[in-house]
């Protein structure tokens, strides 16, 4: 168990639906980290969240968005759905003091878009 | 930009055998950190040995062992003593840093044959 959760771990919709992906990082831990991961475009990284503020951003879509609230916990929202959105949605955090550059990794959000 | 590539797709071992996964990156950084994690079919990632660039010694975890060749920017997995656990796919992945992105290779799939 990495101390990570994601919720929901299924999730199944249609194209143009909305949905809220849902993150509460490890204890202690400032960093939160979406990835993206589809059988051909491996694990793609989204965007990171340091402390509440965005940190980095990368191969995210404009119908997408994320924030990470006060308590840390992060939201990753997919909006205008397609089918190719269908994927594993990963959620991970690291650590704020004594950091060895490990991402703990969450079991994952498998969107299936119809 | 950083690039992290993993040629072979597929690979294959005999259980009890030792089995060597390659993976090379490309960055203008000279200190970072590098990581393997194992992907078995549950889809969650873990962790498997993380090497510092700054450190000349190969990491080692056990079974798992790196060979680092930071001129030749290397970094390559061997699993000794192969078990039929260790199916699973393997990614390979860079870190500029403490609380940053990890960037990852496409991952290669290891099957164990018994």
């Known amino acids: 168990d990495s101390g990570v959760t994601q919720t929901p771990k299924h999730l199944i919709t249609a194209t143009g639906q909305r949905v809220t992906l849902r993150c509460s990082p490890r204890s202690g831990d400032l960093s939160v980290y979406w990835y993206q991961q589809s059988l051909d475009q491996g694990l793609q990284f989204l965007i990171q969240y340091y402390n509440g503020e965005e940190r980095a951003k990368g191969n995210i879509l404009e119908r997408f968005s994320a924030q990470q609230f006060p308590d840390l916990h992060s939201e990753l929202n997919l909006s205008s759905l397609e089918l190719g959105d269908s994927a594993l949605y990963f959620c991970a955090s690291s650590a704020g003091t004594h950091n060895t550059g490990e991402l703990f990794f969450g079991e994952g959000s498998r969107l299936t878009v119809l | 930009a950083q690039t992290v590539t993993q040629s072979q797709p597929e690979m294959s071992v005999q259980e009890a055998e030792t089995v060597t996964l390659s993976c090379t990156y490309d960055?203008?950084?000279?200190?970072?950190?590098l990581f393997w994690y194992k992907q078995p079919p549950s889809r969650q990632m873990i962790l498997v040995i993380r090497q510092e660039a700054y450190k000349q010694q190969n990491a080692t975890e056990n079974r798992f062992s790196v060979n680092f060749q930071k001129a030749a920017k290397s970094f390559s997995l061997k699993i000794s003593d192969s078990q039929l656990g260790d199916a699973a796919m393997y990614f390979c992945?860079?870190?500029?840093?403490?609380?940053?992105?990890?960037?990852f290779g496409k991952g290669i799939t290891l099957s164990v044959r018994p």
């Open positions: 992945a860079y870190s500029a840093g403490a609380n940053s992105k990890l960037t």
């Open positions: 960055t203008s950084e000279s200190d970072y950190y």
